[in-house]
């Protein structure tokens, strides 16, 4: 396949490129800033706001993977011009360039969109992909990990130091950031099912406790750290203190404190992608212990 790709230069993207390749597919993905030449990778400068820059982008493409977007805020206004309006805008561009097929990537936060500014944006998104009248699939994936992932590089840290500060009591899916990338190009497939929303886990019936996915940290560390959960008005004061200290940089803040209080982030079953489509791989246990090891090997732990 030929496929356009946003956000091919973060975390989830830039795995989705590895999975591409290795498949002998092409890739045309939106960059902001040089990137260095690549073999069946042709990079197109510019971004979302770019009407011009996203017609080269989908120009010839079979699919499109829309993977940009915006997790953290200040306001509502910053969460709907990083999940609503780019999402919008590549509809816009899919459309006029012929592409047939968009897969989008949303999140379980979109099943509770009065709970924070994030899950009500990407709520906004799904809605926009479902009217546009293009062949379409959503992906809602739970918490992503893996190799080059920052945001739970910081949970990394903390089960390394023997104290994992963890949300109220609740539950939660994982799914290792290559089984994801599988999935989406799986979808991009022309011949994949459409009009699909899929909530997309590692395999885990009924996913996690906190406590349980704080203990397998330990185990992937190699600690045996001790676990606090920390009440929703603890984890709001915490997130306040995080914007004072490092302001537009922090990575606990109140949208997000009131999405991590939420007791219920389990994939739905009754959502996953058909099993003839795709299955996970990597369980829990490889996936932490292959991440810490590469934080290490890195340098980040």
Request: with cysteine; glycine share 10%; hydrophobic share 45%.
């Amino acid at each position: 396949m030929r496929v356009a790709l946003t956000g091919g230069t973060g975390f989830v993207g830039s795995h989705v490129i590895d999975h591409a390749l290795a498949a002998g597919h092409d890739i045309l993905a939106l960059t902001r800033r040089d990137q260095a030449p690549r073999t069946g990778v042709t990079w197109v400068a510019g971004d979302l706001e770019q009407p011009a820059t996203l017609k080269r982008l989908v120009e010839g493409a079979d699919a499109v993977i829309h993977v940009a977007g915006v997790i953290n805020a200040p306001d509502a206004a910053g969460f709907a011009q990083g999940n609503v309006a780019g999402t919008l805008a590549m509809l816009a561009a899919a459309t006029a360039g012929g592409a047939k097929r968009f897969v989008h990537v949303s999140s379980l936060a979109a099943r509770e969109p009065k709970l924070s500014l994030y899950g009500a944006s990407k709520a906004r998104s799904e809605a926009l992909v479902q009217g546009s009248g293009l062949d379409w699939a959503i992906v809602r994936p739970p918490a992503v990990y893996g190799p080059g992932d920052r945001e739970t590089l910081e949970l990394f840290r903390m089960a390394r130091h023997r104290l994992l500060i963890m949300p109220p009591r609740g539950r939660l899916s994982l799914i290792h950031v290559g089984d994801l990338a599988r999935l989406l190009l799986a979808l991009a497939d022309p011949a994949a099912p459409s009009g699909l929303t899929i909530e997309c886990d590692d395999g885990h019936p009924g996913g996690y406790s906190h406590r349980e996915f704080g203990r397998a940290l330990g185990a992937a560390i190699g600690t045996r750290p001790a676990i606090l959960a920390a009440p929703a008005p603890l984890l709001k004061l915490a997130a306040r203190a995080d914007r004072l200290v490092r302001r537009d940089k922090a990575k606990l803040t109140p949208d997000r404190a009131a999405y991590f209080s939420h007791r219920d982030w389990v994939a739905n079953p009754r959502l996953a992608a058909p099993p003839s489509l795709w299955a996970p791989k990597v369980d829990a246990v490889r996936g932490l212990k292959e991440t810490a090891d590469w934080y290490r090997a890195k340098g980040w732990l």
